[in-house]
C-alpha cells in the first residue's frame, strides 16, 4: 500500500551485519542464521537484496571489524550502500536503488536494533515505503553501562512498537523470519 506509485516491488534490506557491530551482540548466531535464511528466500522469489555498511571512527572502512560476517555472502549483483549515519537512506544512494528497482516495501533485518534499524526503519517509512520489520532478524550490542535496557528488552520494546506504527497509506509490520512472505 506504500506511498510511492508505481513501486510495487519488495527488497530485503541488510543493516550492518558487520564483524565488529555482531561481536558485540548477545548470541548473534541465530540472528545471522536467520538472516542468511531471508537472503537465500529472497533471492529464490527473486527479490532484491540490499546491503547496507557502516563506517565511522570506530568502524574504520577497509578493515576486518568493517566487513560483513562471513555468513553472509553477498552476490556482485546484489548493491551494497555505504553510509556513515543511521538512517541508511542519509547522505546515500539507498533512494536511487530503491527507485530504480521499483521498489516501495522493505523488509528490514540486521543491527543495531536501537540505532540504525530504528533509524533506517522510520526514514523509510517517512519517505512513504511499507515497512516490515523482521523481528527475530535483529540484535543490538550491550548497552547497559549507559543505562540502556539488556539487548533483549531492546529487541522485544523495538518489535513492540514498530508493530503499532502507523501513517496514512503506508504499512508497518513486524514478522518472524518463518513468516515473511516476498511474494506480497
Not at 64 to 78: H, I
Not at 108 to 137: K, M, N, P
Request: with cysteine; aromatic share 6%; net charge negative.
Amino acid at each position: 500500500m506504500t506511498t510511492l506509485h508505481g513501486r510495487t516491488k519488495s527488497a530485503l534490506v541488510v543493516v550492518d551485519v558487520q564483524n565488529d557491530v555482531m561481536a558485540e551482540a548477545p548470541q548473534p548466531g541465530p540472528v545471522i542464521a536467520n538472516i542468511a535464511s531471508l537472503v537465500e528466500q529472497a533471492r529464490a522469489a527473486g527479490t532484491q537484496v540490499v546491503w547496507v555498511q557502516h563506517s565511522d571512527a570506530g568502524l574504520e572502512k577497509g578493515s576486518k571489524g568493517w566487513e560483513y560476517v562471513p555468513e553472509l555472502l553477498r552476490l556482485d549483483t546484489e548493491p551494497l550502500i555505504h553510509k556513515t549515519y543511521g538512517d541508511s537512506f542519509e547522505d546515500t544512494e539507498l533512494e536511487d536503488v530503491l527507485a530504480g528497482a521499483g521498489v516501495g516495501r522493505l523488509i528490514v533485518a540486521g543491527a543495531e536494533s536501537d540505532a540504525c534499524i530504528r533509524s533506517t526503519i522510520h526514514g523509510a517509512f517517512t519517505r512513504g515505503y511499507d515497512v516490515t520489520l523482521v523481528g527475530d532478524a535483529h540484535t543490538a550490542g550491550d548497552k547497559t553501562d549507559w543505562g540502556a535496557p539488556p539487548v533483549e528488552q531492546v529487541i522485544a520494546h523495538t518489535n513492540l512498537y514498530w508493530q503499532f506504527q502507523r501513517a496514512p497509506g503506508r504499512i508497518a509490520a513486524v514478522t518472524a523470519t518463518a513468516d515473511v512472505d516476498f511474494g506480497s
